[in-house]
């Protein structure tokens, strides 16, 4: 079982997710069945598990791939998004990319821009000590395509901003590239194994096994072009067991791990107790919240990833002798 969701716009986005176990084939007897990807994800030769892909315009990104610095986005290198609707990030509401009168949408400005006309003289602040270049007209969007823009400021940009002025939210997901994101590892008692079982009744506990920052967070990345950054800190927010039986348990940290002193003892955060025998999928659903800044905006991706495993629970028997 996996998924990856990213809410905001629509992109190019790697992850990769450990298969999930087959213990449960390995307690059977059976012979271990190859990994199986669902729609959308296809088996990465290196590590041999699932990899799923969301795609945009242009190539995806592989977390660790370099990026080409001659990509598109006037010097800004490929990343995902390669293109995106044209956003005003204030509100989230998509606007037209060009409105009548020479005015494009510029998303590292979020705000319009048109070539100022006549250009006012070189001693004009607008053009920060600049030569070469043009000032640019900027306005808000007003919320109705057949109103000019809202007059805001005059800029400098040595080319159209519209060509050269990076979209931060294309950085923003190139940060999160970076990071690598991973499901979490489970640990859980009862074990996944094919001599495992747990008794009905008895406590289990879950915890993330060996957590790291690319798989619970805080972990920060910055990318940059043309001069600008954005920089991305994702933390997990909390992780999410689906028990197999219809329980869900919502653990806000880690989770404690099991040590064979606690006996018998419940988790102190993070546990669960079974009332009937049975194999049971047992899933943790890490939820990550994303948040970026950068060319004076920010904004929030949510993200969750899955991993799974199976357990085994079976029943005391008490042995009677005549």
Known sequence: MRSLKAATITTMMLAIFAPVSSGAA?????????????????????????????EGPGDPIVPGDPVDPGGGGGGGGEGPPA???CTETVSGQVVPCELAGGWHWVQGWNAYAKLADPQPRKSDPAWEGN????????????????????????????NPPWEDVPNPLDLAYQA??????????????????????????????????????????????????????????????KVVWDMGDG???TCTGPG?????EFGDR????????????????????SFWVITWSGMGQSGQIPMDLVEATTIRLGEAQAIIQP
């Open 266 to 285: 419940a988790s102190p955060d993070c546990g669960h107790r079974y009332g009937d025998p049975g194999t049971y999928q047992v899933s943790a659903t």
């Open 83 to 85: 293109d995106v609707a």
């Open 26 to 54: 390995a307690m059977a007897g059976e012979s271990v069945p190859p990994v199986v990807c669902g729609p959308g994800e296809v088996i990465d030769p290196g590590t041999g598990r699932c990899r799923i892909v969301i």
């Open 131 to 158: 030569t070469e270049g043009a000032i640019y007209v900027r306005g808000n969007w007003l919320g109705d395509p057949s109103l000019e823009p809202g007059f805001v400021d005059m800029a400098w940009s040595m």
């Open 176 to 237: 999160i590239a970076e990071m690598n994101l991973q499901a979490v590892g489970i640990g859980i008692v009862p074990e996944d194994g094919p001599d495992r079982i747990g008794l009905v009744g008895l406590p289990t506990w879950m915890w993330v096994d060996d957590p790291a920052e690319n798989t619970l967070g805080p972990v920060s990345r910055t990318a940059s072009a043309a001069g600008y950054s954005v920089t991305a800190t994702g933390v997990v927010e």
């Open 247 to 249: 329980a869900l348990v």
């Open 256 to 260: 404690t791990p099991y040590a064979d």
